[in-house]
């Protein structure tokens, strides 16, 4: 079925049809909350006769937070830059650069085309185009250096989208409130595949390697697998309980892991799809976004704002990435780097986590979740706040808290993080 598509010029014609309140998009940088940092005005100034030099910007673990004007839903980290691109509730998009040198974060552009609240946001594997979705139905196209709007469709979905999964620079999967998958190709704009085989929304898509299989799942509690090269429906898994809200292919195309509303990571043998292999109920009130780092180690998000490092065989929660205190997370995502994990979550904040030394932990190195006081291990300085008065204390108490540990190893050696 294909949905009008438009290419939209630039210029005044390319925003007559956007919401009025919207502010068009510009290639200008718009006003940032961090000022640029001050340039010496006149070389006879008062410093210079003190004999002052003005402060050097101080280097950070990582970028400072970012705080925005609304709920952002959805984050997206460029491929090859340091930038990222988020949609809010208003279905406003924001691009910033990010460094971290103190006060360095920038506010690049924004854009106002969409109508409706943007659900989700995704770059080209070449970083010159980001597709966006949203509660108003529509695919837009935009051009990243300048923030314009290249094409759209409109009315792409009878229902509002929920999220998008690319699966190579042409082919375009979405997904909506109503059940509905739809495979777009978008040298056409058409779509190639159009079918219902959920009885609620869909909440997140997942490609394999080999870019031949969708995997889906949703709030009816069930996981959905499409063919892509013989463009139909393949099958849907036993039902779970509660909503699988997120999915993600590990282990090397081996297994397959779905997060669920009730905390519960449920897990598939891949060519198993029918019913799970095993599953993992952490102390958690959900398991909202899965993010891969490699073929052991996921980090998830949850409503309770924690970020948690999980191991897969053995399962396990490692540790604590992170947290949005006591707000809900809407979505992770991993730099071009791998060295930050970017959240964003209902306290209006994209918030940055350093996670170099995680593809390379063990899991027997951390055989306790959580320490004496009940928490998790603190996997970084900001996992438990990020107050600089109390990170410094951070290195001082490691090697007492890995003796600890040990000990507890060997009162108990059992898996705590497993089900």
Request: include cysteine; aromatic fraction near 6%.
């Amino acid at each position: 079925m294909a949905a009008p598509a438009e290419h939209v010029e630039t210029g005044s014609a390319a925003t007559e049809t956007d919401k009025t309140e919207a502010p068009e998009a510009s290639s200008e940088p718009e006003s940032s909350d961090c000022e640029p940092a001050a340039q010496d005005p006149d070389p006879g100034s008062d410093e210079d006769e003190d004999g002052e030099e003005p402060p050097v910007p101080r280097i950070l673990d990582t970028p400072e937070d970012i705080r925005l004007e609304a709920i952002a839903n959805t984050v997206a980290l460029h491929p090859t830059r340091d930038m990222l691109v988020c949609g809010d509730v208003d279905g406003d998009l924001y691009a910033y650069s990010y460094s971290c040198t103190e006060g360095e974060n920038r506010e690049l552009w924004s854009s106002g085309h969409h109508m409706k609240s943007c659900r989700q946001v995704r770059f080209t594997e070449d970083g010159l185009k980001l597709y966006s979705v949203s509660r108003d139905k529509a695919v837009h196209l935009i051009d990243v250096e300048r923030g314009q709007l290249v094409s759209r469709i409109r009315g792409a979905h009878g229902s509002p989208i929920n999220c998008l999964q690319l699966v190579d620079e042409n082919i375009l999967a979405t997904a909506d409130d109503g059940g509905t998958l739809k495979v777009w190709d978008m040298r056409k704009g058409e779509a190639f595949m159009d079918l219902k085989q959920h009885d609620d929304y869909i909440s997140d898509i997942a490609v394999d390697q080999a870019k031949r299989i969708l995997l889906t799942t949703s709030g009816d509690g069930t996981m959905g697998v499409f063919h892509l090269k013989r463009r139909r429906f393949e099958l849907l898994s036993e039902y779970q309980s509660g909503d699988l809200t997120s999915v993600a292919v590990m282990k090397r195309g081996k297994k397959v892991a779905c997060g669920s509303s009730e905390g519960t990571i449920y897990l598939f043998n891949w060519n198993g799809f029918g019913a799970t292999s095993d599953r993992f109920a952490l102390k958690a009130e959900s398991v909202d976004c899965i993010v891969p780092i490699n073929d052991n180690i996921m980090c998830t998000a949850s409503m309770d704002g924690y970020i948690r490092a999980i191991n897969l065989f053995p399962n396990r929660v490692i540790g604590c990435i992170g947290q949005h205190v006591g707000e809900p997370i809407e979505e992770l995502a991993t730099s071009r780097d791998k060295r930050f994990l970017v959240s964003t979550g209902h306290d209006q904040l994209i918030k940055f986590w350093d996670i170099s030394t995680l593809p390379d932990t063990t899991v027997k190195e951390y055989r306790k979740r959580k320490k004496k006081d009940g928490r998790m291990k603190s996997l970084s300085k900001k996992a438990h706040g990020d107050n600089d008065f109390f990170s410094g204390l951070v290195e001082e108490t490691v090697k007492k808290e890995e003796e600890e540990e040990e000990e507890e190893e060997e009162e108990d050696d059992s898996d705590s993080g497993s089900d």
